[in-house]
T-cell receptor
Framework: GDSVTQMEGPVTLSEEAFLTINCTYT??????LFWYVQYPGEGLQLLLK?????DKGSNKGFEATYRKETTSFHLEKGSVQVSDSAVYFC??????????????FGQGTTLQVKP | EAGVTQSPTHLIKTRGQQATLRCSPI?????VYWYQQALGLGLQFLLW???????NRGNFPPRFSGRQFPNYSSELNVNALELEDSALYLC?????????????FGPGTRLTVT
């Protein structure tokens, strides 16, 4: 079935360090891929998305490239800030399948950035 | 533009009672989705409504139900509450429910069952 696997957290980095959060997926069709961020006590915010292979989503310095050959959608940022501390969720949606309409989420990765 | 709104922010109920959660989508969005975020279980899809109809349902018992109104707002009802229903319930909306359109989330309703 359709699923998403994220790297285990928590991830602790110093300010201005490079960030990578790994995400791999399994999908029966042609998924759209998303990264969401959840700040403490809040709902989810869409960070970026990609809808087809080799698409690169980017927003607020974060980037992720849809890699069909490796079924991956890793999140990267060149220089993290303390304000980036949050939980990051990778998710997929597969149009035209039994999972149509639903987002399937990874388990989430907690990022803590220290000054 | 106003985002997705949910009410109430917090809800405390006793086991066996019923809970009603409400959601208003972004203006122009016709699809509404409900998710449960329980501690240790991650984010689980509950229900999808589009144009007033239930389009898809997650692996939850029938005591989780809902509806969508003509103005596209939605209600989630949880009957016969159990302790394990304690969770953050998130509502999301999108333009259409094709799967390619991103979903925008509200702040959630924190349901506590005692």
């Amino acid at each position: 079935g359709d699923s998403v696997t994220q790297m285990e957290g928590p991830v602790t980095l110093s300010e201005e360090a490079f960030l990578t959060i790994n995400c791999t997926y399994t999908a029966t069709g042609y998924p759209s891929l998303f990264w969401y961020v959840q700040y403490p006590g809040e709902g989810l915010q869409l960070l970026l998305k990609a809808t087809k292979a080799d698409d690169k989503g980017s927003n607020k310095g974060f980037e992720a490239t849809y890699r069909k050959e490796t079924t991956s959608f890793h999140l990267e940022k060149g220089s993290v800030q303390v304000s980036d501390s949050a939980v990051y969720f990778c998710a997929l949606s597969v149009p035209g399948s039994s999972n149509t309409g639903k987002l399937i989420f990874g388990q989430g990765t907690t990022l803590q950035v220290k000054p | 533009e106003a985002g997705v709104t949910q009410s109430p922010t917090h809800l405390i109920k006793t086991r066996g009672q019923q809970a009603t959660l409400r959601c208003s989508p972004i203006s122009g969005h016709t699809s509404v989705y409900w998710y449960q975020q329980a501690l240790g279980l991650g984010l689980q899809f509950l229900l999808w409504y589009d144009e007033g109809e239930e389009r898809n349902r997650g692996n939850f018992p029938p005591r989780f139900s809902g509806r969508q109104f003509p103005n596209y707002s939605s209600e989630l009802n949880v009957n016969a509450l159990e302790l394990e229903d304690s969770a953050l319930y998130l509502c999301a909306s999108s333009l259409v429910g094709s799967g390619s359109y991103e979903q925008y989330f509200g702040p959630g309703t924190r349901l506590t069952v005692t």
